[in-house]
């Protein structure tokens, strides 16, 4: 009678999808009944039961046991509801998968026996749907659908990796990507190759991230502040399209050589693991200046010096599949006259090959912040180095230093050199001031070593060192002298490295060839008969022992680096009083710390009367006045001594300069140095982003003074100004600064940064502080427990936290966010805060999302890191779900399964697939908020079907169709557009002029748009 209810059951289940069967696949020895004749549901069922007693011998087991299996099995199928033809499908027929999603808790000692019952009406269940007379039309059906989901995702697939390449160019790959990494694997570090051993130093030892401005935060997870901090790796996972801005020295071409290194290699780290599967091209522009024009695809290899020759189109087609790295680096660089064909030549690359990533580098004044942003760049500018990058530097530059010491006595005493340093930077704000980029943070590396810990205190005292210690002493103190057949003093190799830079300047050339240079060398000698030797001895002395040439590629001649060129060039001109000259070339960028060096060259006389020239030709010229006034003011850091009358003067042109309106006037207004703090008016009468740039101002300055401006904005609490404040608190005392500045504000809605140990120590001045930004490894997170009421936490960029148990008393939490905490995996801590809101981000693709079912108020979800999983379905999220974010690394989920979320109201996509599946799946139709990004061509009329839309917001997305299909979101109110004019074509407003209720805003100043002046003004907002 048992096996007779369970045949009823199982015979129940079958009986709704099997009505006329047929015969079958063969799944199974003995079917039911010999088919095709149908069998009723009671001969199934008396027959299934006899089979099911006859077939399996259990004799041992007590009675009761196999009652216990056999109600089991039985209680299983119940419990499955109608076995319909789309669950069989979806477990692709597979008995076994059957089995194990209706197998429930083992029943005691029968489990064999269980196990074998639930398996073997498995089988028939499957074999009675293959009997069946629709099952050949259906599996027809079930045969497409799912080939075509196979195609998706191999279009996916192929699109992120490629398509495969025949062996020959993956051979040609890997010894391509093996030169680049012998070629840029290594690194100069001055003061340790230069004039000493020549030695180079492996880049992973050398090499320091450094900090850039990042992007307006408007991402899910990131408070929308303003502009943030990030380091430049970190910005790459942003875009495929960098523009890089840096002031000399400041490590563009490092970074360059750094990215360069690791796509050969292929280690970069998880955030970037897409880039591992590029191929690099390093495009130095210096060395096209004096080229007809620029190298197309085909000329890559042989215009950057590689000596190495590629099957014709191998680098089109690297470019065509966008595993393309193209670096371009030092746009400013390039001659003035010649930046527009540098311009067209870029727009031409980005255009034929709009896969590939690009990265290009250039000082800020050589180009608009908006160049370039019509093609999908994004700007992004290095930051002066803080205490943590000047303390990392210093220590890298030891470490290295320690390599080539023979003896652990010089090792020992580099210690006490490293320590001296350390101290000298952090409580001596001159020198504090100068290590602020890598170039002369090493140049007080050097000097410090080299001076036994004696250092210089201005700018031009430390180049003049520098220059004595290339020029003389090195090669003086061991004893190498005339190895080249000829033997110069210290002013006649300056005499000459000055004419040859300054004539460089004033071609504009970045450098020259050897044969030029010998015979400039020639004509150059012939006034200096004391020098034995010939122009070509003199030239190799200059090359090999100056250590301030090199040879960049054979048959060319530069400047280590720009600054010593610029420095001597300044001198040679203030030498042959050519000052009409430098007046003249003022407003070119290129000639700027040309301008300023050469104040501090010139006597004091010649410094007034260059100065007063500067000003009369800024009141000539209304187009460039703000900017010759800037450099005047700039130089007067360089001027120890001047006419009180001419420093006035200058100074009283500045004060039209304040306050600041924006970051960039920021910037420049610091280079004043401390003349400008006397002059910061505020908060009192400041709009919100002229207080921001104020405090700003003050913060690049530091300083006692500065300190005292940024403790009057202490209790602002506009978003912006409350931001800088907080981000001010690296350039100052930690201790200091959290009990005289921070302590004061109400951090009720403003967001409190906090990156070294020092600050995280002093949060217990700050107890009141509620959303926290954590950025950079650390271990331990107890000083967190001193926060009286976080509602907010961020967690960022940290790779050695394991443990999140420290959060646990935190309930009141309604927002956490983990970025880059590649170490973590557990999140159960989490689940029992009563989280809102939780965003992971270029997590470890091992995280568990278990924990995600205890968080029942979980209303908010933000996903960025590689997902083990296929469709949304499978997350562990409860129906409670309103907003839900799929960014760049989850792009390859399908939607299959939202369905499960029915007040879900807000979606962010980056998948184009994801995109496509919206109009097939009607659940989404009510969404009020969509967010699209990272598409190269998005037709939005994908989306026009969504008309309960009130916010729409599309961050770089190629719209080639225009904004037209968005006439049909009727209860559209909010619009954000970012980087969406990749064509370089501006985007035309003028077909959403009618909707009256739909503000449109630009965010950033990256997206060119027509048909503005058909909206009213306050429908158009810049968010920059």
């Known amino acids: 009678m048992v096996v007779v209810r369970l045949a009823g059951t199982v015979a129940g289940a079958v009986a709704k999808s099997v009505l006329l069967p047929k015969p079958g696949a063969g799944l199974v020895a003995s079917p039911v009944r010999p088919l095709p004749k149908p069998a009723s549901p009671d001969r199934l069922a008396k027959v299934l039961a006899g089979r099911l007693a006859a077939a399996h011998g259990h004799a041992r087991l007590p009675e009761n046991e196999r009652l216990a299996a056999l109600e089991a099995v039985r209680s299983a199928f119940a419990a499955a509801g109608a076995l319909t033809p789309e669950r069989l499908f979806a477990l692709d027929l597979d008995p076994a998968r059957l089995a194990a999603e ?38 027809a059906v079930e045969q497409t659908r799912a080939a075509g989901r196979t195609r998706e995702l191999v279009e996916d697939v192929r699109e992120r990796v490629g398509p495969r390449r025949d062996a020959a160019a993956l051979a040609f790959e890997e010894r391509y990507g093996a030169y680049v990494a012998r070629t840029h694997g290594r690194l100069e570090l001055f003061g340790l190759t230069l004039g000493r051993s020549r030695r180079d130093w492996p880049l992973d030892t050398a090499y320091i991230s450094l900090s850039v401005s990042g992007e307006r935060g408007r991402g899910p997870g990131l408070p929308h502040t303003g502009p943030t901090t990030v380091t430049a790796e970190q910005a790459l996972t942003t875009t495929d399209r960098l523009l890089l801005r840096g002031p000399a020295g400041s490590g563009k071409s490092t970074l360059v050589q750094w990215l360069a290194l690791n796509a050969a290699r292929r280690t970069f780290r998880p955030e970037l693991a897409d880039w591992n599967r590029c191929v690099p091209f390093v495009l130095r522009l210096r060395a096209f200046t004096a080229s007809e024009s620029l190298p197309m695809p085909e000329d890559f290899l042989r215009a950057s010096g590689v000596p190495l020759s590629a099957a014709p189109g191998w680098a089109e087609e690297l470019l065509t599949e966008g595993r393309a790295l193209v670096l371009v680096d030092g746009v400013d660089e390039v001659p003035t006259r010649l930046r527009a064909r540098t311009e067209a030549w870029l727009k031409s690359l980005v255009a034929a090959f709009p896969r590939a990533r690009y990265v290009v580098t250039t000082r800020p ?93 201005a700018r031009k005292e430390l180049y003049d060192a520098a220059l004595e210690m290339l020029l003389v002493r090195r090669d003086t103190e061991r004893e190498i002298l005339g190895v080249e057949g000829v033997t110069l003093t210290r002013d006649e190799q300056t005499a000459l490295l000055q004419r040859l830079a300054y004539w460089l300047i004033r071609n504009g050339q970045a450098e020259a060839g050897h044969e030029d240079v010998v015979e400039m060398l020639a004509e150059w000698l012939t006034a200096m008969p004391q020098i034995d030797g010939d122009a070509g001895q003199v030239f190799t002395h200059l090359l090999i022992r100056s250590g301030l040439l090199r040879e960049p590629v054979p048959g060319a001649v530069n400047f280590v680096h720009r600054t010593f060129q610029d420095y001597l060039g300044a001198k040679a001109a203030v030498e042959s009083r050519d000052f009409g000259v430098l007046v003249r070339n003022a407003h070119d960028d290129q000639w700027d710390d040309v301008v300023r060096m050469a104040v501090g060259h010139a006597r004091v006389d010649e410094r007034g009367r260059l100065l007063r020239q500067l000003l009369r030709r800024a009141d000539r010229a209304p187009r ?55 002059l910061l008016p505020g908060p009192e009468g400041l709009d919100e982003r002229t207080a921001a ?21 202490r209790q602002d609490a506009r978003l912006s100004v409350a931001s800088e404040v907080a981000g001010a608190w690296k350039s100052f005392d930690t201790e200091s600064y959290a009990t005289t500045v921070l302590s004061g504000h109400e951090w009720t809605s403003s967001y409190l940064y906090v990156r070294t140990r020092e600050q995280l120590d002093a949060l217990r001045h700050v107890p009141q502080a509620r959303r926290v930004h954590v950025n950079g490894d650390h271990a331990d997170l107890t000083p967190l427990l001193a926060l009286e009421n976080p509602d907010w936490l961020s967690l960022f960029n940290n790779h050695v936290l394991t443990d999140l148990s420290v959060l646990s008393p935190f309930t009141q939490l309604s927002d956490v966010t983990l970025c880059r905490c590649s170490a973590v995996r557990d999140l159960s801590p989490l689940a029992g805060l009563g989280l809102a809101e939780l965003n992971l981000e270029d997590m470890h693709h091992e995280i568990s999302l278990e924990p995600l079912r205890d968080m029942p108020d979980l209303q908010c979800v933000v996903l960025s890191y590689p997902l083990l999983m296929e469709s949304v379905g499978e997350l562990p999220v409860g129906p409670q779900l309103r907003d839900l974010s799929l960014l760049r690394a989850t792009r390859h989920v399908s939607l299959d399964g939202i369905e499960r979320w029915p007040g879900l109201e807000r979606l962010a996509l980056s998948g184009a697939t994801q995109i496509g599946q919206l109009v097939k799946i009607p659940s989404l139709d009510g969404l009020t908020g969509l967010d699209l990004r990272d598409q190269r061509s998005l037709d939005l009329r994908s989306i026009s079907h969504l008309t309960e839309l009130e916010w729409l917001f599309l961050h770089q997305c190629g719209l080639p169709g225009g904004l037209g299909p968005l006439r049909e979101l009727t209860a559209l109110k909010y619009l954000d557009l ?19 209720d739909l503000t449109i805003t630009l965010v950033g100043n990256d997206t060119a748009v027509t048909g503005e002046e058909l909206f009213p003004p306050d429908r158009i907002v810049r968010d920059d």
């Open 624 to 678: 460039l006045r703000h900017r010759l006034v800037l450099v005047a003011a700039a130089c007067l850091e360089h001027a120890p001594e001047l006419d009180p009358e001419v420093r006035a003067e200058v100074e009283a042109r500045a004060k039209e300069l304040v306050p600041p309106r924006d970051r960039a006037d920021a910037e420049a207004l610091a280079k004043f140095g401390e003349l400008v703090l006397e």
């Open 978 to 996: 970012s980087s969406c004019a990749r064509s370089g074509t501006p985007l035309d407003l003028s077909p959403l002029a009618d909707l009256e």
């Open 365 to 457: 004044s050589a180009v608009p912040e908006d160049w370039l942003s019509g093609q999908g760049f994004e700007a992004h500018s290095l930051l002066p180095m803080d205490r943590d990058d000047i303390r990392s530097f210093v220590e890298h530059w030891h470490g290295a230093a320690r390599h080539e010491c023979p003896s652990d006595a010089e090792r020992t005493q580099l210690d006490t050199y490293e320590r001296s340093l350390l101290h000298a930077v952090t409580t001596r704000r001159d020198l504090g001031r100068l290590a602020t980029n890598p170039l002369m943070c090493a140049l007080l590396c050097a000097l410090n070593r080299d001076r036994r810990m004696q250092l210089p205190r």
């Open 102 to 139: 209706l197998r429930g808790p083992h029943p005691g000692p029968a489990e064999d026996l269980y196990d074998e019952l639930l398996g073997l009406c498995c089988a028939h269940v499957v074999e009675q749907l293959t009997a069946h007379p629709s099952f050949a039309a259906r599996a």
């Open 693 to 713: 740039a104020v405090v700003r101002t003050a913060a690049l300055i530091e300083g006692d003074a500065a300190f005292e401006v940024i403790s009057r904005f």
